[in-house]
Each structure stands twice: as structure tokens, then as C-alpha cells.
């Protein structure tokens, strides 16, 4: 396979004394979608926040594009193309739809691409095109999210890191909006990084996934085969075991084989 | 002179509060006075009452329980399962993690003249049937739904069983099950029974002779289905009196229970050493937490398998690396105070002032608040077994001040037979015998163990316990050593393993195999070579320090494959294998080798209970590797 896109060795990560990510590796090649699969705590978000700039790695490089841009400065990460969509959508409430897209592209100086991808993003979430003069902060949770999406995507992203993107959302309104991710990937092909706690969703989505448990990752493998091993069905994607009596209440032991 | 004087009384010696025959290995066997298990039992239960026998964390909180509660219960287990219809002789299994029910069972069914048998709680339904059909068992303790469920999967194959036990019942209360009742259930029978028949349990107790069975433990067994080893009252009462006299406990002891009681090292240590030495039982609160617990518990002796002072070893390693370089510059200081130390009292000789003065600094500034740190800080002996231990770890810790030793037995030597203590220690020798034992070599080098502690044989297999002992009455262990001039025993191999390569060399693996995990990035290793032109190794390496080492280089991995295919891994294992090819002859030289890549636990039946690689299953789960080599 051609070099990957993003590439992260062995990043280590503290929250003052507190080790988070405990050395992970994990690549990301240019037009796939990757999913980060993990409990609470797990490390997941801590390793898009080092990514992205926000946190500066103890030790470790992150390689994108062949540049080392580990510790750099949040707005030089997204001027290399990443792009962190955060956890809870963090829309700017009083903004309108069409400001906050605005402020998205605030790396780009150029006009009429910036109305380009504005398009785009109204191409895809016709709503925000709808209420593109509404303030943010009274849309609706799954619209903030689009809006935080499409926010995201003004920047041109060459990768989109997206943290936990069903967040408080309904069923429904995830199907829809990995239904778009999906279409983004496939047709502007947009390449990505996403953290989920919804599994199944992450999985379907998903070219490859890898596992993280305690700062470290546990397992990694093509979405497919994840989907199957007995591990990820029992502690992520809640298939219970057939057991002897109807109301088991003990799981055995991960083994992440 | 009058013919019906009474004969005059054994000679007896007391030791730390406990009077023992004064002539070790001298029937009858006594400690107090009594002869059996149960009959020291029912005496430190009457002398003790109230004092605390054993604690337990119960919802994070410390409890104790008294020796009055260890004979309550343990009289209404065994009036309780003899009411259900458990007959002197018959066997009762053990399914579960060490908890204080573990012993009270135990000693309940013993009272009765039951026979218990512990199950490893790793073990599959399969195996658990296996178990319950070869010992015969009739009833079967089980500690949670967890393990109930390996018995209602297997139900079928084991129609043998009575009656099914639950400690607890969490989860379990809609479970209708004809076989089945709660604990709860079992002692409300108990206390029927014994209000029925006050006199009954004493009675049975009086009825327990020395020479009876009183437990059966099933071997690991490295090779072959696990056979069940009989042990009768004797043979632990020898085993008793050998330890006190080597391996000092008092009562004001306190101790951490945590290998698993199936093992006769944690049962010995943990239960039947105890009811000797009147020392308190602390039990782990699991697995896990052992480490925890040993820092709350601070025991003044702890004993382990060498797997469990490497990790202590390791976490210590690694927190210094990570330490400020004051705090590594102190360290580095203070263990070479200790190494100096350390080296006088090994060779036994008094420390030179200059350098007790040394010890004196570096252990109040900075070696005292570690042993702290490690709940180590009041332990006047750590003791391994159970598999062989590098001596530089048993250097570095009578560098930090612990005493560790290594001792030696088989559950057919009912769990003691060699040892060093920490006035009598010889580094890389496996100590002498205990009192009242004797060990010889065989001219094929065998160790060949005699005394009161040998068991009575397997069950229900009297030919595979006439194999076991040499015509002249002495065991087999199936080890291979030496002894030299002074006794001290050093330990070189297993005769089954030898290995005979096409060239016709015979070589002893185990030799080689502990010299390679002793590396602290190699956790078990395989030797194969039976009918080979040369040698190689399945490697299976430590997870922790392989882990740090590729982080510290800067080697990406993302699982424990990736880990294990990393070049600069697979480089730095060779050049352990390297280091240890320097130490061998020639046609002992490991050729090739590869390593395990899936990360094994205790339920993968590659692995024995104490974490050991069972030979012949890895060499058949991992032909493809071993053919790669050939």
C-alpha cells in the first residue's frame, strides 16, 4: 500500500501527571475512513486533540502528508488540511449558520472558493441552506452537528477528524448523517478519522478500525473482520453469547484476538 | 522396674509458641499435640476464639472474621453436606477464586472426613467435568453464575454429582435448579443437622486418622490428562512441621492470600501453615489488585511465583526510568548501597561498618519509602517457588532489603521438600532439604524425595503411582540436579523433557528455557529439537517490558501482533537468545526462533495455572511456527 496519509508513532499523552495515550501507532491512507472504537476514558479523544494541535504530545511524531507536525500550532495543523470536528458539535450559539460556516474557512482567503465549498456544504445539509441566517444555537441537536460538519469542511480538508459525530443524536438522525459522511467520502473524497462510541454505526462506516482501551490500542483490523470477532461483538457492539441460563450477567475475559 | 508405667512422653521441642516433635519426620506427626488436620483445627478454633483468622474486602472495605466464625461455618458446611449425603472418603470440588468460604469448605468437609479438591477457576466446563468424573466427586462448590454456567453446560457428562453449592448469589435469584442450592441454604441444613446431632461433628473429627486422605490435588500436569494427587493428614502435618522449622511465622503474622488455594504452595501457605502459626490470612480482593492489596496488607511474609516478584521488579524499573534525574541519580545511589550490602549477607559474613553506614543512609532516604510504596516495608521473608527464578532478581531484592528465597517442592511432596531461608541461602540453588526429609540424586541425576510429607499416591491409579517411586520407597520428582558438598540443591531440568536431537546429543531444555527467561523481556520459552538436525525456541515474551522497550525506541506497534512482528523486537529477542547461546556448548546452540504472537491467559490451555507453557500443546497449537524453522 502507498504511504500513509497520516501517519502517528508512538504518541504519548499526559493530562498533567496522568498518562492518557500510553504510545499508540495508527495510520490513516488518503481516501479512507478510519474508526476509533473505545470506552469512556479510553484515550480517544485525548488522540485527536494531540493530532489536531490542541494538545502537544510528550513524546512520539505525527507524520501527515511526509511532515513531522507533532506540537504545532492548531491553526498551522489546519492549514496542512486537518480538520477536528470536536465532541458536542461546539457551534458558535450566536453566529448564524452562514457566520459560523464563515469562520470555518478562516484559513482561506480566497473568495470564490470559500462560496464554492459553502455550496458544497448546502449541497449536502440542504437545511443549513434553509436556515442558513438562523443563529446557530437554535437549531436542533443533529443540525448543530451538520453545521459543525460543515464547518469543518470549509477548511478544505484533506482529513477530517471527527469526534464522536452521534453524540445525543437519535437513531435516525445517525443513519443520516453517516449516510452523508459516507457520500462525502465517496464523492469529494474526503478522508477521515473518526471517534465513536456507537460501534455498529462506526464499523458500517468504516474502512478500518482499531481499538483502544486504557491509552493503548488493543486490536486493529478491516471493519469487516472487527465486526466479527467475538470480542468487539461482545463488549462493543452488545451481542450477547448464547448462554445456558436466559439471564447471564457475566462476560468473559477479552482476549483481542 | 514396673511394667505399666506409661511409656514416656515424645520428646518435644517448641518453636515460636508451637510445640513439634523434637525428632522431625518421626511418626506420629504432631503440632500441639494433634495428629490431623482437623484435630489442630478444632484446638486453635477452641484457643483462639475471637481472635481474627482471616480478612476479606467486602465492598472496598476491610472485614475480619475469628477463628470462632472459621469453626461455625465450617461445622455447618460439614454437618450440612453430610446431612445431604456426603460420606466419609468421597470428594467435594472447589470451584472458585480464594475467598474465606475456600477455606472454611475446606476444613468443613475435612471435618466430616470428606475430601476436598480444588478446581482451577480458569478451567473450562470440560475440564471441570473431567475433574468431577475422575475424583468421583459428589458435590461441587461454585463461587458465582459465572462458574455455574460451566456447570450447567456440562451437567450431562457429570451425572455423578449430588448437589451443586453457590457462594454467591448474585444474579441467581430466579435460578430454579434441582441440583442446586445457595450457601445460605447449605448452613441453615448445617445448623439443623448439628442442633439434631450435637456430638456428630466432633465425632467425625475424632474419626480423621493420620494416614486418611484429606485432600486431592489435581497435578497442572505439563504432559498428559491431570492426575489427582492424594494427600493424607500426615503428609500436610510433615509439611507443617518442615515449614516451621525453616520458615519462621509468629502469630502477630499477617499474610496476602492470592495464588490460587488449588495449588498446594498457596494452600500450604495460606491455610494449613496458618492453623500451625495462628497468623492472620488477608485475601486479595482479585487477581488484579494484588498489588493494592499487598500495600494495604503490608505482610510480613509473602510468597509468589517468580512471574509475580518480575512484574514488582519490573514496575519498579520502569517508574525510576521515568523518574527525575534526582530521583534516578538516589535510586541508582541507594541500590548500589544495597548490592554492597546485599553481597555480605549472601556469603553470611558481618557487614563492614562502612558499608552497613551506607545502608543506613541510602535505606532511610530513599530504599525504606519504596518498600513502602510496595507494602513491602514489614516483610521479613518473601519466598518463590514453583518455577525456577534468575538470580539477579533474588540479588536485587536483598538489594532493596527484602529477603527472598527459593524453595522447592511438588504437590506430591505435599508442597515443600528443599529451601533456602534468609540465614541459610544459597543464590541459584533451590536450598536443602527441609527437616525431616531427604533428598538424593540418582545415578540417571534425578531428585529423589523421601520422608512423612510424600503423598499416598494418584487416585485411582495404582500404576501410575507405582512409576513414581523407585523400588526402595523413594519419589520420583522427574526432576534433574545436583547436590553439592553442603546439601544445597541446584535444579537442571525435567528427565520427560529431554531432548534428543538427530545428531543424538541428549540435552536437558529446561536448562536453556530459564536461562532465556530470565531476560525480563522473555516471559516463557519453549526449547524444541526432539529428532532435529538443531535446536529452536517458541518465545513468548513479556507483554509490559517489550511494550516500553518499543516505545522507548520509537517503534510502532499497534496490537500485540504488530508488537511481536516489529524488526527491532524480533532484534533485540535474538540478541537475548544470542547472550544465552554464549553460555551453551555448541550443539546447544538455539538456531532459530519465533515468536508466540498471540497474547496467551490463563484460560488458553497452552498455559498452566501459574502461567507456565505446557510443551507438548504449544508445540502442537504452534507447528506451523516450528515448521518454519525446520
Redesign the interface.
Known amino acids: 500500500m502507498s504511504d500513509a496519509l497520516l501517519k502517528v508513532?508512538?504518541i504519548?499523552s499526559f493530562y498533567g501527571p496522568i498518562m492518557a495515550i500510553?504510545?499508540?501507532?495508527?495510520d490513516v491512507h488518503e481516501g479512507q475512513i478510519v474508526s476509533i472504537l473505545g470506552a469512556n476514558g479510553a484515550g480517544k479523544t485525548t488522540l485527536m486533540k494531540t493530532i489536531s494541535g490542541v494538545m502537544d504530545p510528550e513524546?512520539?511524531?505525527i507524520v501527515f502528508d511526509g511532515r513531522e507536525i507533532q506540537g504545532q500550532e492548531p491553526h498551522r495543523v489546519v492549514q496542512a488540511g486537518i480538520v477536528h470536528v470536536p465532541e458536542g458539535r461546539e457551534v458558535f450559539p450566536l453566529l448564524t449558520v452562514d457566520e459560523n460556516l464563515t469562520l470555518g474557512a478562516y484559513t482561506d482567503i480566497d473568495r470564490t472558493r470559500i462560496n464554492r465549498h459553502r455550496e458544497l456544504v448546502f449541497d449536502y445539509f440542504p437545511v443549513l441552506g434553509e436556515r442558513r441566517n438562523q443563529e446557530a444555537g437554535t437549531l436542533s441537536g443533529g443540525q448543530q452537528q451538520m453545521l459543525a460538519i460543515g464547518r469543518g469542511l470549509m477548511g478544505n480538508p484533506r482529513i477530517m477528524l471527527l469526534d464522536e459525530p452521534s453524540l445525543g443524536l437519535s437513531p435516525i438522525l445517525v443513519q443520516e448523517i453517516f449516510g452523508i459522511l459516507k457520500r462525502l467520502n465517496a464523492e469529494q473524497g474526503v478522508t477521515m478519522m473518526l471517534v465513536e462510541q456507537n460501534a455498529s454505526a462506526a464499523l458500517e462506516l468504516a474502512d478500518h478500525g482499531?481499538v483502544m482501551e486504557v491509552g493503548?490500542?488493543?486490536?486493529?483490523g478491516p471493519a469487516d473482520e472487527l465486526m466479527q470477532s467475538e470480542d468487539i461483538r461482545n463488549f462493543y457492539l452488545g451481542v450477547q453469547e448464547a448462554?445456558?441460563?436466559e439471564?447471564?450477567?457475566?462476560k468473559r475475559?477479552k482476549?483481542?484476538? | 522396674m514396673d511394667a505399666r508405667t506409661p511409656p514416656p512422653p515424645a520428646e518435644t521441642v517448641v518453636i515460636n509458641g508451637v510445640r513439634f516433635n523434637a525428632r522431625p519426620g518421626t511418626r506420629p506427626v504432631t503440632v500441639d499435640g494433634a495428629d490431623t488436620i482437623v484435630g489442630l483445627f478444632r484446638q486453635r478454633c477452641a484457643a483462639l476464639g475471637a481472635r481474627t483468622a482471616h480478612r476479606e474486602k467486602d465492598l472496598g472495605i476491610w472485614k475480619s472474621w475469628s477463628w470462632d466464625d472459621y469453626w461455625t461455618h465450617a461445622r455447618w458446611i460439614g454437618m450440612g453436606l453430610r446431612k445431604l449425603g456426603l460420606k466419609r472418603g468421597e470428594v467435594v470440588s472447589i470451584l472458585s477464586e480464594d475467598r474465606k468460604e475456600w477455606a472454611w469448605f475446606d476444613l468443613g468437609i475435612q471435618s466430616v472426613g470428606g475430601i476436598a479438591s480444588g478446581v482451577y477457576t480458569t478451567d473450562s466446563a470440560s475440564q471441570l467435568a473431567y475433574l468431577v468424573n475422575d475424583s468421583d466427586s459428589r458435590f461441587l462448590i461454585v463461587e458465582?453464575?459465572?462458574q455455574l454456567?460451566k456447570f450447567?453446560?456440562a451437567e450431562d457428562e457429570m451425572p455423578g454429582l449430588a448437589g451443586v453449592i453457590i457462594l454467591d448469589d448474585?444474579?441467581l435469584h430466579?435460578?430454579d435448579h434441582p441440583k442446586c442450592l445457595f450457601l445460605e441454604d447449605l448452613y441453615e441444613i448445617g445448623r439443623k443437622a448439628d442442633a439434631d446431632e450435637p456430638d456428630a461433628f466432633e465425632a467425625e473429627i475424632d474419626k480423621a486418622r493420620p494416614e486418611d486422605v484429606a485432600l486431592l490435588i489435581y497435578t497442572s500436569g505439563t504432559t498428559g490428562m491431570p492426575k489427582g494427587a492424594m494427600l493424607t493428614h500426615e503428609n500436610i502435618m510433615a509439611a507443617i512441621e518442615a515449614g516451621a522449622h525453616g520458615l519462621p511465622a509468629f502469630e502477630t503474622d499477617e499474610q496476602l492470600c492470592f495464588l490460587p488455594l488449588c495449588h498446594i504452595l498457596e494452600r500450604d501457605v495460606s491455610i494449613y501453615f496458618p492453623l500451625a502459626a495462628k497468623c492472620t490470612v488477608n485475601f486479595a480482593e482479585s487477581p488484579e489488585t494484588v498489588f493494592a492489596n499487598m500495600q494495604e496488607v503490608s505482610p510480613h511474609t509473602f510468597t509468589a511465583v517468580p512471574r509475580v516478584w518480575e512484574k514488582i521488579f519490573s514496575r519498579v524499573t520502569i517508574l525510576n526510568q521515568e523518574a527525575t534525574p534526582l530521583g534516578r541519580w538516589a535510586f541508582g545511589r541507594a541500590l548500589r548501597a544495597g548490592q554492597a550490602r546485599a553481597e555480605h549477607l549472601l556469603r553470611g559474613e558481618p557487614v563492614p561498618a562502612g558499608v552497613a553506614a551506607r545502608w543506613w543512609l541510602w535505606d532511610r532516604l530513599v530504599l525504606r519509602n519504596l518498600r513502602r510504596m510496595l507494602g513491602m516495608d514489614r516483610m521479613r521473608r518473601g519466598g518463590t517457588g514453583a518455577a525456577p527464578i534468575s538470580p539477579e532478581l533474588l540479588k536485587w531484592y536483598w538489594s532493596i532489603g527484602v529477603p527472598l528465597v527459593e524453595g522447592y517442592g511438588m504437590t506430591e511432596t505435599a508442597g515443600i521438600a528443599t529451601i533456602n531461608t534468609p540465614e541459610d541461602n544459597r543464590i541459584g540453588t533451590i536450598g536443602r532439604p527441609v527437616a525431616g526429609v531427604d533428598v538424593r540424586i540418582a545415578p540417571n541425576g534425578e531428585i529423589q524425595v523421601r520422608g512423612l510429607n510424600i503423598f499416598k499416591g494418584y487416585w485411582r491409579s495404582n500404576e501410575k503411582t507405582a512409576e513414581t517411586f523407585t523400588e526402595d520407597g523413594w519419589l520420583k520428582t522427574g526432576d534433574v540436579g545436583r547436590m553439592d558438598e553442603d546439601g544445597y540443591v541446584t535444579i537442571t531440568g525435567r528427565i520427560k523433557d529431554i531432548i534428543i536431537t538427530a545428531g543424538g546429543k541428549n540435552i536437558t531444555p529446561a536448562e536453556i528455557e530459564s536461562r532465556l527467561k530470565f531476560s525480563h523481556y522473555i516471559s516463557d520459552a519453549v526449547i524444541i529439537g526432539d529428532g532435529r538436525k538443531y535446536l529452536t525456541a517458541l518465545i513468548m515474551i513479556d507483554q509490559e517490558n517489550v511494550?516500553k522497550f518499543?516505545?522507548d525506541r520509537?517503534?510502532?506497534?499497534?496490537?500485540?501482533a504488530?508488537l511481536c512482528a516489529a524488526k527491532e523486537v524480533r532484534d533485540l529477542i535474538a540478541a537475548e537468545v544470542a547472550a544465552v547461546n554464549r553460555e551453551f556448548a555448541r550443539v546447544e546452540q538455539i538456531k532459530d526462533f519465533r515468536l508466540i504472537d498471540?497474547?496467551l491467559?490463563a484460560?488458553d490451555e497452552e498455559l498452566t495455572a501459574t502461567m507456565k507453557l505446557k510443551r507438548n500443546l504449544v508445540e502442537k497449537k504452534h507447528k506451523h511456527l516450528i515448521d518454519e524453522m525446520y
Open positions: 508513532r508512538n504519548e500510553r504510545g499508540v501507532s495508527l513524546k512520539g511524531q482499531y493503548r490500542i488493543v486490536m486493529d448462554g445456558v441460563r439471564s447471564r450477567r457475566w475475559k482476549t483481542w484476538r | 458465582n453464575e459465572e454456567d450447567l453446560i448474585e444474579g430466579d435460578l511494550e518499543a516505545q520509537k517503534v510502532p506497534f499497534s496490537n500485540f504488530s498471540v497474547l491467559t484460560e
